[in-house]
Antibody, heavy 125, light 107 residues
Framework: DVQLVESGGGLVQPGRSLRLSCTASGFTFDDYTMSWVRQAPGKGLEWVGFIRRKPYGGTAEYAASVKGRVTISRDDSNSIAYLQLNSLKTEDTAVYFC????????????????WGQGTLVTVSS | DIQMTQSPSTLSASVGDRVTITCRAS??????LAWFQQKPGKAPKLLIY???SLQSGVPSRFSGSGSGTEFTLTISSLQPDDFATYYC?????????FGQGTKLEIK
């Protein structure tokens, strides 16, 4: 079974940094693009970014709202995706979900087929 | 970014009812649209992708339709397990924007 387990969340002060991890199992990790989506308390879902698999360059794309403060990386040998959050703001408080992105190759489009349970990041002084 | 607007925001229905949720995009997303179900404290679950394709393991009472800017999610006969919040999401372009959600409540 596909499993995605996020870790690394917690309480952090504004302006500080945090790195979240997503440990994957049950599928061939390096065959997939991996994505992060967040959900502020009581609010809707917001895409944060994704990182492509190596044959597609291993490059990342980010939402405009976080670009410049966020870096997504991957360690294919250990099946882990990372989300580095820098210069954290109170509005970054959210549950951060890791998702697997399924590529529709002919169209070059991704949809998010499996999700982890999320890890809560609280930014507060 | 493309804006996704769902209606209604809240829907009250009974077990056995047929319900429809609508999602409108601010510009065409072709058929690159997904629907998710989320229960409190849980991760979203993919129901439908590419507007009308049923994800493996999802009951056939769920169906999706539409293209361009208007889409619908239909549940043919509500079951107790279906009371949850539903989100649409476009994956035509970066932003991968979600609708604001429709909360399906028990009448």
């Amino acid at each position: 079974d596909v499993q995605l387990v996020e870790s690394g969340g917690g309480l952090v002060q504004p302006g500080r940094s945090l790195r979240l991890s997503c440990t994957a199992s049950g599928f061939t990790f390096d065959d997939y693009t991996m994505s992060w989506v967040r959900q502020a308390p009581g609010k809707g879902l917001e895409w944060v970014g994704f990182i492509r698999r190596k044959p597609y360059g291993g490059t990342a794309e980010y939402a405009a709202s976080v670009k410049g403060r966020v870096t997504i990386s991957r360690d294919d040998s250990n099946s882990i995706a990372y989300l580095q959050l820098n210069s954290l703001k109170t509005e970054d408080t959210a549950v951060y979900f890791c998702t697997r992105a399924h590529l529709l190759e002919a169209a070059g489009k991704y949809y998010f087929d499996y999700w982890g349970q999320g890890t809560l990041v609280t930014v507060s002084s | 970014d493309i804006q996704m607007t769902q209606s209604p925001s809240t829907l009250s229905a009974s077990v056995g009812d047929r319900v429809t949720i609508t999602c409108r995009a601010s510009q065409s997303v072709s058929n690159w649209l997904a629907w998710f179900q989320q229960k409190p404290g849980k991760a979203p679950k993919l129901l439908i992708y590419t507007a009308s394709s049923l994800q493996s393991g999802v009951p056939s009472r769920f169906s999706g339709s539409g293209s361009g800017t208007e889409f619908t999610l239909t549940i043919s006969s509500l079951q107790p397990d279906d009371f949850a919040t539903y989100y649409c999401q476009q994956y035509n372009s970066y932003g991968y924007t979600f609708g604001q959600g429709t909360k399906l409540e028990i009448k």
